[in-house]
């Protein structure tokens, strides 16, 4: 029997004394969507935490474009996603595009941190998602040059990833065993040891 999206939902959350702000914990990528609209406050309310990011210079050089299901613009994100995607990602309500400017607007030059600046917003953007109970799911999977076609992407602005944002749905909504599986797996994360050095490889003691 294939368990309900609560039960999932208690899987995946983390529950740690770290003294982390639960949020992060909370925060999971679920594929399964419910068939619920996002409000447009709750909309405004992700952005608006993504626009206060850090960035080089100050340039904040991300831009996102969303597509509300039933629009022209969520179906043209939709048609750049590759096949697996595809498969699940259209029962998003919205489907957002995140990319960036990749030179600097006060000398044109070259930005080479635009893109981790993009990331940073966009990490905010899925932790606002979290607390607000949204669920997000980031995808690298999609055409870059048919997005960019698409929806006019100017060139110079380069690609991060497209986000899936709604309600977490049921796991059996997703109709395909192995997307099922993955749904309810319990998360998995790399130790601190192997992440965090005093020098390389050498693991920094805390």
């Known amino acids: 029997m294939t368990l309900s999206a609560s039960e999932v939902n208690k899987i995946k959350q983390v529950h740690s004394d770290d003294g982390v702000l639960p949020i992060f914990h909370e925060r999971w990528s679920s594929r399964a969507f419910a068939d619920r609209e996002v409000s447009d406050a709750d909309l405004k309310r992700v952005f608006e935490a993504a626009r ?3 960035s080089s210079g100050n340039e904040q050089p991300w831009r996102f474009v969303v597509g509300r299901r039933g629009t022209e613009t969520h179906e043209k994100i939709f048609a750049s996603l590759v ?3 595809q498969s699940w990602a259209g029962k998003a309500p919205v489907l957002i595009l ?3 400017k990749g030179r600097f ?3 044109d030059a070259h930005n080479e941190y635009a893109l981790y600046d993009l990331g940073a ?3 905010y953007l899925t932790l606002q998602a979290a607390a607000l109970g949204l669920t997000t ?3 690298a999977g999609f055409e870059h040059e048919k997005a960019r076609k698409l929806l006019g992407i100017p060139e110079g602005y380069v690609f991060g990833a497209v986000i899936a944002l709604g309600y977490q749905g049921e796991p059996e909504s997703l109709g395909n065993e192995k997307l099922i599986e993955r749904e309810v797996a319990p998360r998995e994360r790399k130790g601190l040891e ?3 050095f005093a020098e390389w490889g050498k693991v920094l003691a805390l």
């Open 52 to 54: 206060w990011a850090a």
């Open 83 to 85: 096949g697996f995607n």
């Open 98 to 100: 995140g990319v960036a």
């Open 105 to 107: 607007n006060r000398n």
């Open 121 to 123: 917003a966009t990490s």
């Open 137 to 139: 799911h980031q995808m």
């Open 194 to 196: 192997e992440l965090v």
